[in-house]
C-alpha cells in the first residue's frame, strides 16, 4: 500500500505542539572560516569507561527501555543548559526501513531519514520518567519516521524560515542489535558535517568502551565550546544511573576539572 504525503501529520503535529522556536544555544564567538570559505570542523572524542556502560545498560532495563533513551535525555540536558530552555529539540538519524513500507526487507541503506527529537525537562518529574516517556514517544512516531523532514517542519508551529532545530544526536546500534525486518541497524556512513544545516553533532557509539564524539563547525561552534559540551554529555551519562529518581534539575552536568577551573 503506497504512503500518502500527509500520513503521520496528526502525529507529528501533536508531538511537536507548542515548539515554535528553535532550540538557540549560546555558543559565544565562533571561529573565523578558512581561507577558502570552507568550514573548519573541530571533533573531540572520550571514552566512556567499561563499567559506566555497564551501568547505563542496567538503567536501561531497570527503565524497561533501550539504552538510546538514555542518551537523549542527557544531551538533551546539555542543550537546555547552553539554550536556558526545559523544551528542548534536537534531530537524529533513523533507518525508517520498518513498518510495511514495500520491499524494505530487501533494501539496504535506502530510507534513512533525519526527524526531531522532542524532551521535555519536567522539574516534576523523575528522570526515570522522562526517560520512560521519550521511549515511549518514540515508539509511537515509529509508523511514521519515513515523513520527509521538511513535511514535518511544515506541520509544526517553528517558522518556515527556522531551522527545525541546529543539532543532531545519533546513537549507533550495537552490530549485534537488529531492526524489525531482522537485519543490522548499524549507522557507520553518516556523516552530519556534510549538511551544513547542521553545525552541532554528537555520536554515540556502543561498545565495551562507549566512545561519544561532538563533531562542530568552527565557524559556528567555537572548538572550546563543543568540547565543554562533550565533558558535560561524558558527565551527565555517568551520572544518570544513580539518579534515575531524582529530577533533572540535579543531574551534573559540570565534570570536576570544570568546577575547579570556576
Known amino acids: 500500500k503506497a504512503r500518502q504525503p500527509d500520513e503521520g501529520m496528526n502525529a507529528w503535529r501533536q508531538y511537536l505542539e507548542g515548539v515554535r522556536e528553535t532550540t538557540r544555544i549560546d555558543l559565544g564567538t565562533p571561529a573565523a572560516g578558512t581561507p577558502d570559505g570552507s568550514s573548519a570542523h573541530a571533533v573531540h572524542e572520550q571514552r566512556l569507561p567499561a563499567a559506566t556502560a555497564d551501568a547505563l545498560s542496567q538503567a536501561a ?12 535525555v542527557a544531551w538533551a540536558s546539555v542543550l537546555s543548559g547552553y ?4 523544551d528542548v529539540v534536537f534531530g537524529t538519524v533513523v533507518s525508517g526501513r520498518s513498518h510495511g513500507l514495500p520491499g524494505a526487507d530487501r ?21 526515570r520518567a522522562l526517560i520512560q516517556d521519550v521511549h515511549a514517544r518514540g515508539i509511537e512516531l515509529r509508523p511514521y519516521e519515513h515523513a520527509a523532514l521538511r513535511r514535518i517542519h511544515a ?13 543532531l544526536l545519533i546513537v549507533e546500534n550495537h552490530p549485534s542489535a537488529s531492526d524489525d525486518t531482522g537485519g543490522p541497524l548499524v549507522f557507520r556512513d553518516v556523516d552530519p558535517m556534510d549538511q551544513s544545516n547542521y553545525p552541532l553533532a554528537a555520536f554515540v557509539i556502543p561498545g565495551p568502551e562507549t566512545r561519544l564524539l561532538v563533531l562542530s563547525d568552527a565557524r559556528v561552534v567555537p572548538p572550546d565550546v563543543s568540547e565543554r559540551m562533550l565533558s558535560r554529555f561524558a558527565t551527565a551519562l555517568q551520572a544518570l544511573p544513580a539518579h534515575l529518581d531524582a529530577s533533572p534539575a540535579s543531574l551534573p552536568l559540570m565534570p570536576e576539572a570544570e568546577r575547579d577551573r570556576d
Open 61 to 72: 532495563r531497570a527503565c524497561r527501555v533501550t539504552p538510546t533513551a538514555l542518551f537523549q
Open 83 to 86: 539554550a536556558g530552555t526545559r
Open 107 to 127: 533494501a539496504v541503506g535506502l530510507y534513512m531519514n533525519t526527524i526531531p527529537v522532542r524532551v521535555r525537562l519536567d522539574a516534576n518529574a523523575s528522570l
Open 155 to 167: 506541520w509544526s508551529e517553528v517558522p518556515a524560515g527556522s531551522p527545525l532545530f541546529e543539532s
